[in-house]
Nanobody
C-alpha cells in the first residue's frame, strides 16, 4: 500500500509559478513510476506529466511542454511538479499517482495503469 499526499496548490495570477509536491509513504517509492494528472470542471482527467522510477525518463502533455517540469527525489519519497508561465486554462485539481513498474525507464500513460492516487490539490490561475 502506498499513501500519496499532494501539497503546493493555490491561487496564482497568469504568468506565475507554483510547485506541487507529492509525498509518498508505505512501500518502496522507487518501485513506482509516477504521474501528475489534472481534471478541470466538466472535463476529463488528463495526464500532465510522468516520470520513470529512475527519474531518467519523463513525458509531458503538449499543453504543458516547456512550462512544467516533473522531478523526483527517491531519498525523500517525493515527486514534484514545477509549473511556470501558468495560464488560466491550467486551472484544475491536480492529482499525483503511483504505478508499480518492473523497469527503471518505464512510463505509465493511462489512468488505469496507476495503482494509487492522492486526494488532489486545487490550482487556480486568474487572468
Amino acid at each position: 500500500q502506498v499513501q500519496l499526499v499532494e501539497s503546493g496548490g493555490g491561487l496564482v495570477q497568469a504568468g506565475g509559478s507554483l510547485r506541487l509536491s507529492c509525498a509518498a509513504s508505505g512501500r518502496t517509492f522507487s518501485d513506482y513510476a509516477m504521474g501528475w494528472f489534472r481534471q478541470a470542471p466538466g472535463k476529463e482527467r488528463e495526464l500532465v506529466a510522468a516520470i520513470s522510477w529512475s527519474g531518467s525518463v519523463t513525458y509531458y502533455a503538449d499543453s504543458v511542454k516547456g512550462r512544467f517540469t516533473i522531478s523526483r527525489d527517491n531519498a525523500k519519497n517525493t515527486v514534484y511538479l514545477q509549473m511556470n508561465s501558468l495560464k488560466p486554462e491550467d486551472t484544475a485539481v491536480y492529482y499525483c499517482a503511483a504505478g508499480q513498474v518492473r523497469l527503471a525507464w518505464q512510463l505509465l500513460f493511462r489512468g488505469d495503469e496507476y495503482d494509487y492516487w492522492g486526494q488532489g490539490t486545487q490550482v487556480t490561475v486568474s487572468s
